[in-house]
Structures are given as C-alpha cells and as structure tokens.
C-alpha cells in the first residue's frame, strides 16, 4: 500500500484529500505547517507528498529544497508561469494549480507512483539514522556504520517502532526466521553492540533498556 503525505494548512482540504485518498485505497497522514511536516518526516517515509506553497511555519518553498528521495506533487492556487518552473526546477516533480479537479489529480497520483514504483521498505530513517537493511549497514550524518545480519534485523524493528519499547519475546519472535543465533541469552549482547556502534559515531545512545520489558529505540535530537 502507498503512502500519502499532505501537507496544507487548509483544513476542508486536507481533510477531503485524506478522505478521498483514503478510499482509493492508500495510507495517509496529513501535516498542517511546513514546520509540523519536517517534524513528521524525521519519523515517516512516505511514497509521495502532495504541498502546498502557502503554509505557517516553514514554507512549502523551503520546505521542497529539504525534502530528500521524495517525489512531491505541488498544489497551489500560484498560477504564475515562473513559479511552477522554479518548483519544478527546485525538485517538484508536479505541479497542479487550485482549484483542482480530483480526477485530474487522481490520475497524477497515480502515474507518479507508477513512475516512482514503490520505495525500498528495507530502507528505514529516523532523525539522522539511516538502517539499510538488506546490505546490513547503518548510516549516521555520512559515515557508515557495517552491522551483522542479526543486529540489522534487531535495529529495523526498533527503528519501525520509535519512542515504543519492543518486548524481549517480540522481538525474538519477530527476527527468529533469519537469525538463528539470536537467543534470549545472547539478545542483550546484540543490543550492546549495536548501540556501542551507533555510538562510536555520533556519540549518541540511542537505544534504551526498559527494565521488565525490552528495549527502545530513541531518537536523538
């Protein structure tokens, strides 16, 4: 299932695009200000934004030139020739102008995720933590950070659930198909050496021990 992000600070339209979408069969999860979206995408990857330009906080503008491996449909009651190809220029990959007509958009949506195909699941990120899965390796501001095929697994689920404590059981349970070696004995050894690596980088502890219940992953701001 694709994932929607939109971002305007109208509610009636928010809340229909969220509707209407939602029937079509995607996931979606609105932002109301550019500022509130950039707290957002520290913790979510959607498949495609839809932007408003006009928004409190951090405008949608800026907001595009931070927006990184995202296509963005911009929608926008700016109808002026050198605004659409500054956006487009500047990393939108369309630009739809208000009043729309939802079957126009629709369709747009629909041919930009075609185009896109659906984004890499095995790719997580959370603040400045980049968990590649499938290569096992982390990424912290740059520097790369190469983890064993257990520790990557344990980190993807903590980092699929930030600020939740993940239950010891779960997390057996959850990672046991793939790691073998992974017991409740050696489990809090694979957690030190992740946070000893993750560590080592940033200086940072991102991984929280829940005393009678597991461990968290904790973003670091």
Do not use: W
């Not at 959850?174 to 993750?198: A, E, F, G, V, Y």
């Amino acid at each position: 299932m694709s994932e929607i992000m939109i971002i305007d600070d109208d509610v009636y339209i928010n809340n229909m695009l969220k509707e209407t979408l939602s029937g079509e069969g995607y996931e979606v999860y609105g932002a109301y200000s550019g500022t509130e979206a950039e707290l957002m995408l520290k913790t979510k990857n959607p498949d495609l934004i839809l932007l408003d330009l006009m928004l409190p906080g951090i405008t949608g503008e800026e907001l595009i030139t931070r927006i990184k491996n995202i296509p963005v449909i911009v929608i926008s009651a700016k109808a002026d020739t050198n605004d659409k190809v500054n956006l487009l220029l500047n990393g939108a990959e369309d630009y739809v102008t208000k009043p729309f007509d939802m079957e126009e958009l629709l369709a747009r949506i629909k041919v930009r995720l075609r185009t896109q195909g659906t984004k890499d699941r095995s790719v997580l990120r959370v603040n400045e933590v980049i968990l590649y899965a499938d290569r096992q390796t982390a990424e912290i501001e740059g520097t790369e950070i190469r983890l064993t095929r257990t520790e990557a697994a344990i980190l993807k689920l903590l980092m699929q659930n930030p600020h939740t404590p993940v239950g010891r059981t779960a997390i057996l349970d959850n990672i046991s198909m793939d790691t073998p070696d992974c017991t409740d004995r050696s489990l809090k050894q694979h957690i030190s050496n992740i946070r000893h690596k993750l560590q080592a980088v940033s200086g940072k502890d991102y991984i929280e021990a829940i005393y009678g219940i597991g461990f968290k992953f904790k973003p670091q701001f």
